[in-house]
């Protein structure tokens, strides 16, 4: 890996794989920011959560895609891709910094467990390693990332200049459309899917299932990632990969297990 010492070490990293529009409109904005390395699947990972993968080969190869960026296709899941980073091309030398994305489509609320652009980003948190991930409101192939640009640079280099809190990464959010209000820092909505199988039947009237659903928020508190996405801001939500439930330890302290000995 060619480093210049004076510039920040960026990896990039997505789940839509290693052509989507996305990874391209972010690549650009860390371009200006340091020097960048990008490992990304070798196509489409969405949904794919923390999955890595166990019990078959990983491969991983150089390609040029984009001038004056090393960049590399990966055959695994996003968190994969980080793990294969640090570990073959950086070689224990961390990154200043880790981002994800651009997704296309939000990630916020309940959507952050599923999501494998946070899910690359929460490995490099876990890695030590200061990590974003941005998504947008936007599935299409053609989605407009320019108004995502200044924000998502003023953002990274905020990160670069001060770290972020031990075992916390940002889960950032954009609205759809250029007409944006700000920055909002958030809580993640208490919100979630109500989710329903189609039912279906292929040539031979065997069944299949397609998945779908409603996305349900019950949380009308006006400081969640929902409502600032639903109010034109960029939301901003602190994510820690603990997922240690500490209120709830006083509780179970308190129950009697009553189990004899043999």
Same mark, same amino acid.
């Given at each position: ?22 990874? /391209? ?7 200006? !920011? ?23 080969? =990983? ?33 224990? /030398? ?41 998504? =947008?409101?936007?599935? &299409? ?14 953002? &990274?280099?905020?990160? !670069? ?14 609205? /759809? ?20 199988? *189609? ?11 397609? !998945? ?10 006006? *400081? ?17 990969? *603990? ?8 509780? =179970?302290?308190?129950?009697?297990? *009553?189990?004899?000995?043999?």
């Amino acid at each position: 890996m060619m480093k210049q010492k004076s510039k920040p070490n960026i990896l990039v990293v997505n789940d839509d794989g290693i052509t989507a529009p996305g990874i /391209k409109n972010l690549i650009d904005v860390m371009k200006e !920011l340091g020097n960048v390395v990008v490992v990304a699947p070798d196509g489409p990972q969405s949904g794919m959560g923390h999955a890595i993968t166990i019990g078959k080969p =990983l491969r991983f190869d150089r390609v040029d895609l984009y001038e004056g960026v090393e960049m590399y296709k990966c055959s695994g899941t996003p968190v994969d891709c980080v793990k294969l980073a640090v570990n073959k091309i950086f070689k224990g /030398k961390k990154p200043d910094l880790c981002v994800s994305g651009i997704n296309h489509g939000l990630n916020n609320s309940i959507n952050v467990i599923y999501s494998g652009t946070m899910s690359a980003a929460v490995e490099g948190a876990i890695e030590g390693i200061p990590s974003i991930g941005f998504s =947008l409101d936007d599935f &299409s192939e053609g989605a407009d990332f320019s108004h995502c640009k200044k924000f998502i640079k003023s953002i &990274s280099e905020e990160v !670069l200049k001060h770290g972020l809190p031990q075992a916390t990464l940002l889960n950032v959010n954009f609205p /759809k459309g250029a007409e944006l209000k700000g920055i909002k820092i958030c809580r993640q909505a208490n919100a979630k899917w109500a989710e329903e199988f *189609d039912e279906r039947k292929d040539p031979y009237q065997r069944p299949y299932y397609w !998945l779908t659903g409603v996305f349900q928020n019950n949380d009308k508190g006006e *400081d969640t990632d929902v409502w600032a996405l639903e109010n034109g801001f960029v939301s901003v939500v602190p994510v820690q990969f *603990d997922l240690t439930a500490h209120h709830a330890i006083p509780i =179970l302290n308190s129950w009697t297990f *009553d189990v004899k000995k043999d």
